[in-house]
Every structure is written in structure tokens, then in C-alpha cells.
């Protein structure tokens, strides 16, 4: 009857203001708000800050930087505790994991001229890798597709290494590692820094103590003390190199096989790519000439 609702009426229009209420307060949401993403704003931070102390400072560069690397498992955590899962999150967590692994490692080049095509290479392989895969998920399972989410029958190494967290979390936590007892080694070990720990014959102090360079200070050989040489040479037996030796020697094999699993990576999604591109050429009819 006219002027007279309905219990169901009334309901529906409850309904109806909720719905509304849902979908204004979910537009009015602010992304780069989300706590994940101020978790990885804060990884960058931090990044940045290990950066600046890298050449000289190897204690506060080591623990910045670990830091760094740490939060990127509490971002994850973060995202499912409060349902704030966003693609956005996922690219910023990539992008920072793949730019401050790349920078250590561009460290690492000038540290050790003679590695520098191997570190390169590594730097190379691991961009190439990730940006295939992220690149084929989006192309063949389209966009809302997780880059994580790998099914077993395309690949049982790649789907093992996303989907199970705690093999995620150990391959990249001691592949950083491996790369940060490298970074420590830099500043104490005289097997892969030689030049540094020549002892100068017959002058007075020299020493290959921890702490106790063998040659004269960096100021008195070079006019700019931030030239490579004089970097080179103040970092030269600045800390002793056993406990780096030995996070490298644990790490080393799990480095390797992150390595390898890259290059399955690489390899599986120019794979995936070329099934699509057949695929699409096969629609379109291609070739139309016989030749």
C-alpha cells in the first residue's frame, strides 16, 4: 500500500545504505597507505641509508642493510593480517628487492675489478629473470594473476620455490647473506684482496693484523680521498674476515641454487611467451604466404 513499507522493503534498503557504505569507504581507501607499503617505504629508507655508510662503515652498512632485507618477510605478514594484498605492494616489494641486490652487488665490482663480469653477470641474470616471469604472468594469466602463483605442471622448481614461504624466505634471506659476507670480506680478506696486504720491506710497524694496515695512510698517497684508490685502500684489513668466511662458505650453496632457479625462471617464462606468441600467430591466420 501507498505510504506504507514493508518489513522486506526496509531491508533492502538497510541493505542498500550498507552496500553504499562498503563502496564509499572502500574508494576512499589510500594504497600507498596501506601498512605493507609503508613497510617497503621503510625498506627503502633503510637501503638507501646502508648505501651512504657502504664505502667505509662495513658494521652499520651490514646491520642497515639486513634490516632492510628482514622487513620485506614482516611486509608479506602485514598484507594478510589486514587484507591489504595489492599489486601495487607486490611490483614495490620486487622492484626493492631487485634495485638493493643490484646496487650491493655494483659495490662489489668495484671492490673486486677482477670479479666485476661475474657480478654483472648476476646483476643481468637476476633483472632478466624477474622481469620475464612478472612479465609472462601478466601477458598469459592475465593481470590479475600472481607472479607467486606457479602452477606444477609448468614448473615443480619454480612452484616449490614461491609457494612454500619458508623455501622463499631461506633462499633469499642467504642468498643476501652470501652477498654481505662477500661485502664484509672486502674490508679484511687478503685472499681475494691481496694488493691491499703487501707489507712494505723493511718499514717499521708494518703489520697484517686486523686494524693495522700495512701501508700509509689514503690522504697521504692520493689527493682525493674519495677516488677508488683511496677507498680501496682504506678499507684494506679494516676487520677480521673469519666470521665473514664463514657465512659465505654456509650460504654459498643456497646462493648457487637461487642462481639456478633464475635461470629456470628465465628460461620457463621465454618458453611461456613463445607458446602465447604461436599461439596468437595461429589465430591470426600467420603465415598467410607460403613461400
Known amino acids: 500500500m501507498n505510504g506504507i513499507r514493508t518489513r522486506k522493503q526496509v531491508k533492502d ?7 553504499a557504505g562498503g563502496v564509499n569507504r572502500r574508494s576512499t581507501e589510500n594504497i600507498f597507505l596501506f601498512y ?5 617505504y621503510s625498506r627503502i629508507v633503510l637501503a638507501i641509508a646502508s648505501l651512504y655508510y657502504m664505502p667505509l662503515h662495513p658494521r652499520t652498512c651490514s646491520l642497515l642493510y639486513s634490516i632492510s632485507c628482514l622487513l620485506d618477510a614482516l611486509d608479506g605478514l602485514a598484507a594478510r593480517y589486514f587484507e591489504q594484498s595489492t599489486r601495487f605492494g607486490a611490483v614495490l616489494d620486487m622492484v626493492t628487492d631487485r634495485c638493493t641486490t643490484a646496487c650491493l652487488l655494483v659495490f662489489l665490482s668495484s671492490a673486486w675489478p ?3 663480469l661475474l657480478f654483472q653477470g648476476l646483476i643481468s641474470l637476476d633483472l632478466a629473470s624477474h622481469y620475464m616471469h612478472m612479465f609472462a604472468t601478466l601477458t598469459m594469466a592475465g593481470s590479475g594473476q600472481s607472479h607467486k602463483k606457479v602452477d606444477q605442471s609448468r614448473s615443480q622448481v619454480l612452484h616449490l620455490y614461491y609457494t612454500k614461504k619458508s623455501v622463499l624466505f631461506a633462499f633469499c634471506a642467504l642468498n643476501e647473506l652470501f652477498f654481505i659476507a662477500l661485502y664484509l670480506l672486502s674490508f679484511s ?5 691481496p694488493s691491499l696486504l703487501q707489507p712494505i720491506p723493511n718499514a717499521p710497524g708494518s703489520s697484517l693484523q686486523p686494524g693495522n694496515p700495512a701501508h700509509p695512510p689514503a690522504f697521504s698517497l692520493f689527493p682525493n680521498p674519495y677516488s677508488a684508490g683511496a677507498l680501496e685502500l682504506a678499507r684494506a684489513n679494516k676487520m677480521d674476515s673469519f666470521w665473514p668466511w664463514v657465512i659465505a662458505g654456509i650460504s654459498f650453496p643456497v646462493m648457487a641454487g637461487k642462481q639456478f632457479i633464475n635461470i629456470v625462471q628465465l628460461v620457463k617464462a621465454s618458453k611461456w611467451l613463445a607458446e602465447g606468441d604461436l599461439e596468437l600467430r595461429r589465430n591470426q591466420g600467420l603465415p598467410k ?3
Open 13 to 19: 534498503t538497510r541493505n542498500g545504505m550498507a552496500d
Open 36 to 40: 605493507p607499503n609503508l613497510i617497503g
Open 114 to 116: 677482477r670479479w666485476s
Open 289 to 291: 604466404r607460403n613461400k
Open 189 to 193: 680478506s687478503p685472499i681475494l684482496s
